[in-house]
């Protein structure tokens, strides 16, 4: 489960109100009028609260401006706070962004003039979230960057630990574990024994539990679920919760559900299902959130039980209640789990139709979050561009400094030791100032690197240079002109083959088999193949063609089915060689059953330790290659379907070369 998903489940408001909760709004109510000093201020807050939990916005926004009135009215700079961080959380609960981002700068500033500093560090942290939220994790980083310095700087632990449980929000989302889970431990030793911490760590131990889930490592993950239950039982009279009733509320849910999830992983299944048990028990009539994360938990543990009807049973359940168009990641993961239990209980039709649509969606959600990233390091991009002028002049007006500074040093002599310490000072700052610029320009060289999706490059090229040419200020040479339409078809065409590579991975997969009606002259195709592959090769590499075949002999097979094959291990020679030569050869096999076709490079090679995985799905020896992964998956299973096999040549030591094995009828 990614971030956004998690902040989702723990912001998002149940919705509903309950008899109670609007008999109690009326008591207050019909109160009011009666109250003054501090019992007026206290009612107005019950009643914002009551309004949140019943889900009533329009009256939430109403009562929060009642109460910061009153406040101010009052002199009570605690309740104004108060009033002021419970308008930004209306605003990011709404998805009222661009209020959010207004109103943010003023209603800290307020409370950094009182000096308070809690509601100061959370708000800051409402603002990491909502860049979180809202795929902006560079940005996001930048900024929990800045509050962890502030922090730091005033030594303040609170503002340290919610900076901390900020930064593993942030690498959880891009898919840094490791950093998020040194994030989460420096939040929960620096929040731990602190007053103010609550609420943070009953935040951070979910997501932290849900970053060893995604790395596997169950043991740790029991460890802190011991540690979670233990702060839970330490702090239940701090939550407002009846010792009583205590293990059956929200809070206890989501530890069942993580103790359970790492006892599943330790294949300890009773004791998991005892927990899950548990949280069933306390959410099957609650409808909310809570139940969400029960249900799909369910799943997996009937999943791991073998009775898949039941895991379907729940997984239908959670679907037909997920109902949040805003949130396409949250149904991806639903219909993952959907698509794993079809393909368990043997039902391998609706398993592949349900993947097909894990696979839509999953490039929807790609393609979306590139445009979304493309546009957020535009943005820091020229962000940073403004810092490196501001740098720039600095460093002209340092070196005018440093000018003056030696002629002074060589007229007044006896002023040379304080000359000297000025300029080390200056040294000091220029270095300061390009570790930086170092930095920066390191975040947006991470970014790059870390795109998850192979489409993001050539996008980035095109949408850069489209706006070149669609800028006015940008004065263009003809030949500059052709240079970026050139590199603009280039990159569409990458991105078209990137579709095309897929929807004939697809056409592939959908495909039960290869007619073999085709008398194909087994030299002339091949002699073909080659002919096209130099179209883009252009005297780049030697291409060879060795045949000990006879030129009149035809096979029966399907000859679409063989360019393919051929043009697969053709792209994957062409990208590992950088020079040298790709070799052709046609020879029988010993007993004259099949024909042998051999594609041999004199590239890098395949190491031992990756031969056995070059053919599963998706897999790349190196992922700065552009490709999918899917052409030598696809290469075999088609051979294999014509009745051959594609195998790699492991005692070949000049590069790599495969061998496609074809009956020869």
Request: hydrophobic share 35%; net charge negative.
């Amino acid at each position: 489960m990614n971030i956004s998903l998690l902040l989702f489940l723990a912001c998002a408001s149940v919705g509903w109100a309950q008899s109670s909760d609007i008999q109690r709004i009326d008591s207050l109510r019909h109160a009011l009028p009666k109250l003054e000093g501090k019992e007026r201020l206290q009612a107005l807050y019950k009643l914002y609260n009551l309004y949140y939990y019943t889900g009533d916005t329009k009256m939430e926004r109403s009562s929060i401006s009642e109460l910061r009135a009153e406040a101010e009215r009052q002199g009570d700079v605690k309740m104004q706070a108060t009033a002021r961080i419970a308008l930004l959380y209306y605003y990011y609960n709404t998805s009222q962004d661009d209020s959010l981002l207004a109103e943010w700068p003023q209603q800290q500033q307020f409370m950094l003039k009182h000096a308070d500093w809690k509601p100061f560090y959370d708000c800051w942290i409402l603002i990491v979230n909502h860049y979180i939220f809202t795929r902006q994790s560079n940005t996001a980083l930048r900024e929990v960057k800045r509050m962890y310095d502030d922090a730091q700087q005033r030594g303040n632990s609170y503002g340290l630990g919610l900076a901390s449980y900020g930064m593993g929000n942030a690498y959880m989302d891009i898919g840094f574990h490791q950093e998020a889970i040194q994030a989460y431990e420096r939040c929960i030793n620096t929040l731990k024994n602190s007053t103010l911490g609550t609420s943070t760590l009953l935040d951070v131990y979910p997501y932290y539990c849900s970053v060893l889930s995604e790395v596997k490592n169950f043991q740790r993950m029991l460890e802190i679920t011991d540690l979670w239950r233990e702060y839970l039982d330490s702090h239940q009279s701090e939550l407002g919760l009846d010792n009583g009733k205590a293990v059956n509320s929200s809070y206890y849910t989501y530890y069942y559900n993580s103790r359970a999830t790492a006892l599943m992983g330790l294949g300890r299944i009773p004791e998991a299902e005892e927990l899950m048990m548990k949280a069933y028990e306390a959410t099957k009539d609650v409808k909310d959130n809570s139940q969400l994360t029960v249900f799909y938990n369910m799943g997996q543990l009937y999943m791991k039980k073998g009775d898949y009807q039941r895991a379907l049973d729940f997984n239908t359940r959670i679907i037909n209640t997920y109902s949040d168009p805003n949130d396409p990641s949250g149904l991806l993961m639903l219909q993952k789990q959907r698509a794993e239990i079809m393909l368990l209980s043997h039902r391998y039709e609706d398993a592949a139709n349900l993947y097909k649509q894990v696979y839509l969606l999953a490039d929807s959600l790609n393609l979306n979050d590139a445009k979304n990233q493309l546009n957020e390091f535009n943005t820091l991009f020229k962000v940073d561009e403004m810092e490196r002028e501001n740098q720039q002049a600095h460093t002209r007006h340092v070196s005018t400094i440093l000018v003056i500074i030696i002629i002074a040093l060589v007229l007044i002599g006896l002023l040379g030791i304080y000359f000297v310490q000025r300029l080390r000072q200056k040294n000091h700052e220029l270095a300061l100032a390009l570790d930086r610029a170092q930095e920066s320009d390191r975040m947006k060289m991470s970014f790059i690197q870390h795109m998850s999706h192979e489409i993001r490059t050539p996008l980035n090229v095109i949408t850069g240079f489209s706006q070149v040419i669609a800028s006015p200020s940008f004065r263009l040479t003809d030949e500059q002109r052709a240079h970026i339409v050139e590199s603009i078809e280039n990159n569409t065409n990458e991105i078209t083959n990137f579709v095309n590579e897929l929807l004939e991975f697809s056409e592939n997969e959908s495909q039960n088999h290869y007619p073999k009606n085709d008398c194909v002259n087994i030299n002339l195709l091949c002699q073909d193949v080659i002919n096209k592959v130099e179209q883009t090769n252009n005297g780049r590499l030697q291409l060879v063609f060795e045949s000990s075949v006879d030129n009149q002999l035809t096979v029966q097979t399907n000859q679409r089915a063989l360019e393919l094959i051929l043009k697969q291990l053709f792209n994957n020679a062409m990208k590992f060689t950088e020079q040298g030569s790709i070799t052709l050869k046609i020879v029988p096999s010993t007993n004259q059953s099949m024909l042998h076709i051999s594609v041999a490079d004199t590239g890098i090679g395949i190491a031992e330790d990756q031969r056995e995985r070059i053919f599963e799905k998706f897999y790349k020896i190196d992922s700065f290659k552009r490709g999918l992964g899917l052409g030598l998956p696809m290469a075999r299973r088609i051979a294999r379907m014509i009745g051959g096999d594609l195998v790699l040549d492991n005692n070949y030591t000049g590069g790599t070369r495969f061998i496609l094995k074809i009956p020869n009828k």
